[in-house]
Structure formats: structure tokens, C-alpha cells
């Protein structure tokens, strides 16, 4: 029926056409009415220009090449016919077959001689009209407040036909489609044929499913739609339904009896979620899923929690009690959560004798943010459980209909479905429709017809159920697992249902929606409802009815009853803080001759591999480079962390905007034959019958917030991996901004869930302006967690000062480091976040290179001491000072790519007095080797140099920490630490190249010359 796909302004042009041909039938003045935007609130007015719309005029039969199936000929039915019966060569062969296949079928047809071929067209026309919209006419609304007009595409009018051609036959054909015309039945009446359609798409279900371009799965799903009769449960599903649901409305009822006046955003009017969902999973199980991951904001997450991924009702009765507290509590810094915003998993029983590992993702109130970290998280399960044809682990989100028309993440993690290092084989997508967000109407909150219409532009298909007919849910989500299953692509259940108190459930919401409160208030709950149905059917008795209720509120009291202390606990795989030396020995250097070896893995090409030129020049000074062991630059330093990482069999993932190439041209880490087109990744041939997704490396759609997410997502599935993600340029991170706020930074401390996510962003002032310049190190400084006035226990072998920080931030400046510091966030055994303060123009500084023996475990090599060779959390000044320099005057103290600036004006200057030392590590502080420098220069001025605006970089994170040091070993106060770079600012940097030239070479000379520093 991909002829049926014609505009439905072309299908009414065209039965006018007709219309005005052929005899005079009764038609209906009134227009085509304009786009609904919501249930309650939107009013329908008729558009007066519609009626009068334009006729086309006649197009020459000689013109006429449209295809029968593609085209939008139907005005030009009748000539078309009279040229067939003239010379069938003279049309389309699709409209030949059309007309045969009609003439051989009403030739022997009794009672349907009068019919006419355009009769014929306009009734495929009415059964077309009825699959794209009769969703408009389905009853939808369990409070019955919309306002819809009927689409006029329904009215038989339109087609020519009135009250009294009910019962006449009509002819359909036998045509190679699935649903209704599909059977061996050519001939029906108007009457048996509207009985149908309305049955199958106006009842408590609304399909959209038009718009896929797929003839396969609309074929798939009109055979589910356009039944020989309505589905039916069993008298068996039937009691499985009611005990669901009578759990789901049960557990609100209890929470709001003895907890009267504390915030749970309940369930109440949307109940029937739960048996939904639950019947989901069951027929995802039934279809091979073995996990889930759910994501879902906080309306229902209690109930979610308890009935569906089964949390001990106990666990959730504490909460509300009193809280929970920690293992160990001296050795818990965590802040904790409210109760709607915490997760768990479950091995779940599913109906069918199965069984199904349930996880709850942990969220914080920012609506829709969870979504893309359950997505990446379910990508990863795949992964490591070698689902390859991603049926086994399965996505579920669940949205609200203010949150997912109105935020902008959404879409970002719709668009990932089909990319091919993001798919996960299609997520369920569930959207509990309160028909009003907060206390905003539809009509206010967005601009489409319904809250789902961006789930099109993926092509998923959309099941719009009244919430208040249970059974009817049911149905709809289990379809939606078995086209997961099928099609592994996404799909939307909309379950519209109301809010039957406010946004929590001491607001007043009868303030802006009176109208749609006076309803509820008076409205009976989904269960009472069925209980109604179910008693009339005779089915189940009043007496089932009440052992039912009778055994949940039971279980409710005595899970009451044995509330006690709930302990937290660390997730498997990942350690908790507080561990004893032993557990931090794992040593992370390398020996020489495996540096060598996937050194020249790594920067080898296939003989018939016809890279561009400049690519394999590029290829050929990294041979070069492995081969003496000299000026490793900083993409080759990074690629053979990732190889160190992925032969001692660790999985390691990059992924971003432009990252195979590199946003300045410098990784290559995929490459292109310029004459094919095929691509080669080195990082793939390393060991022999390497994993293909062992090392993944990977160009994102052009998101932050949703890949960012993603990858998070993605890194705390598995310790034992190596997940970064790099910003084309630190300065668009921040559209990222929620998931560092909101999970990176703090997700340790409010649900106990470590990450080791490295996250890179391209940080430097080069003189390319405010939008390329920062990566805003402030912010992520602003949000560690480290007190500035007190010195940690600093003991090398325990390093507890950086598993009780939140995250890490450093600013390296060797290649050497950068490799080391990669390789730190595996050969540890707990996990912490690290945001990399990224380079740009150091990738090609000709001074900012490191020898292959700066990488190995070789004792004697550079940079190797009695604890091996590591990260330098500082790098002392390069110069030949001893432990004590008394002539030292004046000590710098920087970070990043400044550096190389200020050796430059040192040298040139010849301030050999001057000592410069960098900071690598920004984050946790590394107070032991700041005291040591302090110890080595007791009399020099003590200078903080940096790029950045004085509001900006680390000068206010690293003042009160510096002070610290110091007043440690009584060298001054804080006005003794003295500022040079540039002065406030409100944008980052100036947009004028010259200056900033101009601004550089005064910080660099200030910090170097011999004037006093103010």
C-alpha cells in the first residue's frame, strides 16, 4: 500500500475530482479541520480556506507516467480507464494489473454490477484514511475532556457514499498486503467494512504507523491491528491483570495513608503502567530478552521500584522512615538521595517460567536526562554478554509528555538508535501522559498534535491507549516488545492517563486546571473500573475480587512491620573508598619490548592500503618514531595507551564529534583508501582474532548531552574498561552540562556509583576566540569536592586523598604523562571520573615530545623512581636544581601549554634565577609536591601564571590550596601568592588575533622579567 501514502490534501483533491465526474452524492460541507494539539485543552476551529481549495487542472494522458503504487494519479482515474480498455500498453503496468485484476473479479461478482472502478478507488481511499487517522477518532481520553474534531478523511461523505450504501457489497480485491484486505474475501459490505476499521483503529487504542516507509512492517503490523475479530484475554490473563494492577493501585494507597504529607509523585491515574509494564517484560522474556534497563524520572519510580523491579517494600518503608545510611560509616562520604530518584536491580520470574535481570537507573529530577545513560548502559551489557544481534538486552525508557515534546535530549537519543556504534537494537519507549506537565497545558508546552510526533522521524510506530481500560494497555505494550523483537528498532507507547493530584501530592493543581480537577475528583480509578468490567463479564467473582486486595494490603503491613536500618552497598566490580595499601600495588608501566611491538603495530599499513599521502607521511614519522624511540608526539603516546590497554585484554572506547580523524587533524586513527574508500584501523590488528568492537572508535552525531550520556552510561557497566569521550573543542562541553552537574561529578556521592569515564576537552589560547578557546577548567574545578584548607593524608602507597575526592581534573603537558595517566584510570582499583584538560596547538609543538624509555618499566629511565614509572602529578623545573635552591628568586607555578611560552621567555631572557614548575594534576591537589617545591625554594616569590581570565582557569581553585601549603611550612599568607595572566573577563577570550598576541606576551614577560609582581 505504498500508493495509499499520498498527502491526504492529494486524497481529497482527488474523490472531489471524482466527485464532480461521476453522480451526484451527498457530501458534507465542513473543512478538513486543523492539527489538534492536545486532548483537553486545544480547541478544534475549522480552517474556512480549506473548502475552496484550488482543482488541478487536466494533464494530456500522454503525461501520465505515475506508477500505481507510487502515485497520486487517482483524478485522472476515468481517462486512465478508457485509455487501459483501449490499449493496455498505453498505461503504467501497475495500473494495468490494477484494472484486470477488478474486471476479471466484478465480471463474475453477482450484485455488484453497478458498481463502479471509481467506487472501487474511493472505498480503498476511506480504508487508507481509517490507517492513517483513525487514531483522531479513537477514544483516547479517560477523563473525556478533548476536544477533537473528527478528521473529515473519515466522513463516507467525502467518499461519495451515504446512510443508505451501508449495506451494499463492495469489491476490494485480493491484493499482496497484510491486515484487512488480506483475506479471501473480495467482496464485503460498507458496513461490515466501517464495523472493522473502527473497531480495529477507534477504540481504546490509537495506532500511527503511516508515516513508516517500510511496506514489511506496516504489512507486520496491520496483520496485529486488522484482526478477523478484537483481541480477547482469557479468563487466566484476566486474573494476572487484576492482581497486577490491584498491586500497582494498592501500594499508592498504603504510601498515602501512612505517609500523608511526603512527597512520593505517585502513580494515581496513570496505575496502569504497571501491569503494562509488566506484561511487557514477560513477552520480551517469552522473545528471548534476558535484561532489561529501565530509565525513568520520578512520577511512578516508587512503584516501578516495588512492583516491578522488586525492591524490598521494606527498603522503600525505610526510606520514607528515616532515610538509609551506609555500610560503614566512617568510611562513607556520600550524600545520599531522595528516595525517588534512587535505583536497583532484580532477577526477576517473568509469567513464563523465565527469568529476566531488571536495572533501574538511578536519575536526578532533570527530566529526560537518564535517557541516553540507559541507552549507552544497555549498548555495554551487549557488549560484554556477546549479543550481538542486540535481542538479549533490551532498553526501556519512560517519559513524561511535557518532558519528552519539550526536551531537546529526546531527540539527541532518538537519533542514536540507528548510528552504528550507539544502536541498540531498538528501545522501548513508554510515555505516561498526565495530559499536563506541572502546571503547564499542552497547548503551552508544545506545537505538534501529540506529545510524541518526534518519534517519527525515526519511523517508530506509536500506540496511543486510554490508560483507564487496562486490558487495552496491556495489548499495546506487548506489541511494542514484539516489534523490538522483530525489528529491532524503537517504538512509543503513549498511555495517556491523568494526574489525579498535583505535581506532588501536597500541590494544589486545581489552581490552573480547574476544569480537568473537577472531572478527576469525581472520576473512579482504573481498578475500580475493572473490577466493574470484570464482575459484569461474570468472569471473576466479587469474593476474588476481595482475596486479591485482602493478600496485597497483608503483604503491605508486614513489609511495614520489618523496617529496619537499610545499608547501602558498592556496585560488584567497582571498589568502594577506604581501601589498604595491598589493593593499590597494581603497577601500570610496560615493559620495552611490548612498547616496541604494538608500537609498530600501530603504525603499520596493508601493502595494498592506499592511505592519503599526507596521512601516510604522517604514519611513516610514528614508524620512525617507535623505531628510535625518540619524539613520541601526542597522538602516537595516546594510541599506544589504548593498545597497552586493549593487548592486556582491556576494552577501550573513544567516541565524540570527529574523533577517528581528530578535530585538528592529528589522530587518524581510522584511515580511508583513497581509491576504495575501505577504512583500516590499526588499533583493530593487535592480537590475532581481535574482537572487532575490542577497540572502538567513533564519530557521533553532532550532540553533547546525549552521547556524553551515552558513554557514561556505557562506563558503568564494567570497571575493566577504558571509556573516553572527547568534545570537538572544550568549549562546547558545557552542552553537556546536566550530565557533569548532575552524574559525573556527584553521581558517586548520591547513589554509590563509580565510574572511570575519561572525558577529554580541547582546552588553549591560541588567538581563535571566545568560542574556541576555554573549556571553562573553572567549573569543573568549582565542583571538586576536596577541602582547600585542610591537607589530606598524602601517604604515596594509600593515595586515599584521591579515592575520597569526586573526580580528577589534570592539564598534561608531555605525551609521556598523557599515556600514563590514561593508563592510571584502569591499573587502579577503584574508579573516578577524569576530565582531561585536552591540547591543541601542543599535538605539533616541536618541544613537547617524549622518548619511548619515558614510557616503559625500565629502572634508570627517565622519570622512573622508587614507586616505578607513573603520572606526574607535578613536573619539577627542568633545570639542574638541587633539593635547595636559596638563589632561586622567583618560583612559577602554571598549567597546560603556558608553560612552553614561559621556557621560551626564560631562555631568551636568560632568567636562570626564575624556576618553573607545572601542575599537571589540578585535581585532587597534590600538596606533597607542592610542599617539596616550597622546601627547594625557600626564598623565591611565589607566582601563579595562567592563560585564562583571572575569574577563570585555576587561579581561584588553586589560591586557598596553595595558601594551605604554605601556611604548612610558614612561608607567608595568601597575599603573598602573587596573579599574573589576564584580568577579568566576561568572555573567555578576545575575538581580535593581535590582541591576543599582544595579551600573551605581556603575561609570559610578567611572570619571567624582573619587576617586582604586584
Not at 238 to 252: G, K, M, N, P, Y
Not at 539 to 545: A, F, G, K, L, M
Not at 938 to 961: D, K
Not at 963 to 981: H, N, Q
Amino acid at each position: 500500500m505504498v500508493w495509499f501514502r499520498a498527502g491526504s490534501n492529494v486524497t481529497k483533491l482527488a474523490v472531489r475530482r471524482l466527485l464532480n465526474q461521476g453522480p451526484s452524492y451527498a457530501t458534507r460541507t465542513r473543512s478538513l479541520p486543523s492539527q489538534t494539539r492536545s486532548f483537553h485543552s486545544s480547541l478544534y476551529r475549522p480552517n474556512p480556506q480549506s473548502s475552496s481549495a484550488p482543482i488541478p487542472r487536466a494533464v494530456p494522458l500522454s503525461k501520465l507516467t505515475d506508477s500505481f503504487l507510487d502515485g497520486t494519479s487517482s483524478v485522472y482515474l476515468e481517462e486512465l480507464q478508457r485509455a487501459w480498455e483501449s490499449d493496455p500498453a498505453s498505461v503504467d503496468e501497475s495500473w494495468d494489473n490494477f484494472f484486470r485484476n477488478f474486471v476479471g473479479q466484478a465480471a463474475t461478482s453477482p450484485g455488484i454490477s453497478g458498481q463502479t472502478i471509481q467506487e472501487s478507488m474511493r472505498l480503498l481511499l476511506l480504508v487508507r484514511a481509517y490507517q492513517v487517522n483513525g487514531h483522531m477518532k479513537a477514544n483516547l481520553d479517560p477523563l473525556g475532556l478533548e476536544q477533537r474534531e473528527i478528521p473529515e478523511d473519515l466522513d463516507l461523505a467525502l467518499y461519495g457514499f451515504t446512510e443508505a450504501d451501508l449495506d451494499r457489497e463492495f469489491f476490494l480485491g485480493v491484493w499482496q498486503m497484510s491486515g484487512f484486505m488480506s483475506e479471501n474475501r473480495p467482496v464485503q459490505t460498507l458496513r461490515s467494512i466501517l464495523t472493522r476499521l473502527q473497531q480495529a483503529y477507534c477504540g481504546n487504542i490509537g495506532f500511527e504507523y503511516m508515516h513508516i516507509a517500510d511496506r514489511d512492517k506496516c504489512n507486520w503490523l496491520r496483520e496485529k491491528i486488522e484482526t478477523p475479530t478484537p483481541w480477547r484475554y482469557n479468563r487466566e490473563r484476566r486474573e494476572v491483570i487484576l492482581d497486577r494492577l490491584a498491586w500497582s493501585t494498592q501500594f499508592e494507597n498504603f504510601l498515602a495513608t501512612k505517609w500523608t504529607t511526603a512527597k512520593r509523585f505517585g502513580l494515581e491515574g496513570g496505575e496502569s503502567l504497571i501491569p503494562g509494564m509488566k506484561e511487557m517484560f514477560d513477552r520480551a522474556a517469552d522473545l528471548g530478552v534476558e535484561s532489561i534497563v529501565i530509565g525513568m524520572s520520578h512520577r511512578g519510580r516508587l512503584n516501578v521500584l516495588g512492583n516491578v523491579v522488586r525492591k524490598p517494600l521494606r527498603q522503600i518503608f525505610s526510606e520514607f522512615s528515616g532515610g538509609i545510611r551506609p555500610v560503614d560509616e566512617v568510611g562513607y562520604t556520600g550524600t545520599g538521595d531522595v528516595k525517588y530518584h534512587l535505583g536497583t536491580s532484580y532477577d526477576r520470574p517473568t509469567r513464563g517460567g523465565k527469568k529476566i535481570h531488571l536495572s533501574l537507573v538511578a536519575n536526578p529530577s532533570h527530566l529526560e536526562a537518564a535517557d541516553s545513560v540507559v541507552v549507552g548502559k544497555t549498548r555495554a551489557k551487549q557488549y560484554y554478554s556477546k549479543d550481538m544481534d542486540r535481542t538479549k538486552n533490551l532498553g526501556i525508557l519512560i517519559h513524561g509528555d511535557g518532558s519528552f515534546a519539550g526536551q531537546g535530549v529526546v531527540y539527541e537519543t532518538l537519533h542514536l538508535s540507528a548510528l552504528p556504534n550507539y544502536t541498540t537494537g531498538g528501545t522501548i519507549h513508554i510515555v505516561v501522559n498526565n495530559q499536563v506537565a506541572f502546571t503547564t497545558d499542552p497547548r503551552a508546552g508544545r506545537s505538534s498534535q501529540y506529545c510524541t510526533d518526534v518519534a517519527k522521524a525515526l519511523s517508530a510506530p506509536i500506540f496511543h491507549v486510554n490508560g483507564d481500560d487496562v486490558e487495552a494497555v496491556v495489548h499495546a505494550c506487548e506489541l511494542a516488545a514484539e516489534w523490538r523483537q522483530t525489528f529491532h528498532s524503537d517504538v512509543v507507547v503513549d498511555l495517556v492517563c491523568y494526574r489525579r493530584f498535583g505535581h506532588n501530592e501536597i500541590d494544589e493543581p486545581s489552581f490552573t486546571q480547574p476544569k480537568m480537577y473537577k472531572v478527576i475528583k469525581n472520576h473512579p480509578s482504573t481498578l475500580q473500573i475493572y473490577h466493574k468490567k470484570l464482575l459484569e463479564c461474570g468472569e471473576i467473582s466479587q469474593q476474588d475480587i476481595d482475596m486479591i486486595q485482602e493478600k496485597v494490603n497483608t503483604i503491605l503491613n508486614e513489609s511495614l512491620l520489618l523496617v529496619k536500618i537499610i545499608c547501602l552497598r558498592s556496585v560488584i566490580g567497582f571498589r568502594p573508598i577506604g581501601l589498604d595499601s595491598s589493593l593499590l600495588s597494581r603497577s601500570h608501566v610496560v615493559k620495552p619490548e611490548i612498547l616496541k611491538t604494538v608500537g609498530k603495530a600501530i603504525s603499520s599499513l596493508p601493502e595494498n592500503f592506499k592511505p592519503h599521502r599526507a596521512v601516510k607521511k604522517v604514519y611513516e614519522q610514528r614508524a620512525q618514531m617507535i623505531e628510535t624511540g625518540e619524539g613520541i608526539d601526542w597522538a602516537l603516546a595516546e594510541a599506544l595507551a589504548f593498545a597497552t590497554l586493549v593487548v592486556e585484554g582491556n576494552h577501550v572506547r573513544l567516541s565524540g564529534q570527529d574523533v577517528e580523524r581528530g578535530t585538528f587533524s592529528h589522530r587518524h586513527s581510522v584511515l580511508h583508501d583513497q581509491e576504495t574508500g575501505e577504512e583500516y584501523c590499526p588499533l583493530d590488528h593487535l592480537v590475532m582474532n581481535q574482537d572487532p568492537e575490542m577497540f572502538t572508535v567513533s564519530n557521533s552525531s553532532l550532540s553533547e548531552f546525549g552521547v556524553l550520556g551515552f558513554e557514561l552510561g556505557y562506563s558503568m557497566e564494567s570497571p575493566n574498561s577504558l571509556v573516553l569521550w572527547e568534545a570537538q573543542f572544550g568549549d562546547f562541553a558545557n552542552g553537556a552540562q546536566v550530565i557533569f552537574d548532575q552524574f559525573i561529578s556527584s553521581g558517586e556521592a548520591k547513589w554509590l556509583r563509580q565510574t572511570g569515564l575519561v572525558v577529554l576537552l580541547p582546552h588553549g589560547y591560541d588567538g581563535q576566540g571566545p568560542e574556541h578557546s576555554s573549556a571553562r577548567l573553572e567549573r569543573y574545578l568549582q565542583m571538586s569536592d576536596d577541602n582547600p584548607y585542610v591537607i589530606p593524608d598524602m601517604e604515596p602507597t594509600l593515595r586515599k586523598q584521591i579515592q575520597e575526592c569526586n573526580w580528577q581534573i589534570v592539564n598534561a603537558t608531555t605525551p609521556a604523562n598523557y599515556f600514563h595517566v590514561l593508563r592510571r584510570q584502569i591499573h587502579r582499583d577503584f574508579r573516578k571520573p577524569l576530565i582531561v584538560m585536552a591540547p591543541k596547538n601542543l599535538l605539533r609543538h616541536k618541544d613537547c615530545k617524549s622518548n619511548l624509555s619515558e614510557f616503559d618499566d625500565v629502572q634508570g629511565h627517565p622519570g622512573f623512581d622508587k614507586q616505578g614509572t607513573r603520572f606526574k602529578r607535578l613536573i619539577k623545573d627542568q633545570n639542574d636544581h638541587s633539593d635547595l635552591e636559596e638563589g632561586i628568586r622567583r618560583l612559577v607555578l602554571c598549567s597546560g601549554k603556558v608553560y612552553y611560552e614561559l621556557d621560551d621567555e626564560r631562555k631568551k631572557v636568560g632568567a636562570s634565577d626564575v624556576a618553573i614548575c607545572r601542575v599537571e594534576q589540578l585535581c585532587p591537589f597534590p600538596y606533597d609536591l607542592i610542599q617539596r617545591e616550597l622546601k627547594r625554594y625557600p626564598n623565591a616569590e611565589i607566582v601563579w601564571c595562567q592563560e585564562e581570565a583571572m575569574n577563570m582557569g585555576a587561579f581561584s581553585y588553586i589560591t586557598p590550596r596553595l595558601w594551605t601549603a604554605m601556611r604548612s611550612l610558614g612561608r607567608g599568607d595568601m597575599e603573598d601568592i602573587k596573579y599574573v595572566g589576564r584580568g577579568p573577563s566576561a568572555a573567555t577570550a578576545t575575538g581580535f588575533y593581535t590582541f591576543h598576541v599582544k595579551e600573551q606576551a605581556e603575561l609570559v614577560q610578567k611572570a619571567i622579567g624582573k619587576e617586582p609582581i604586584n
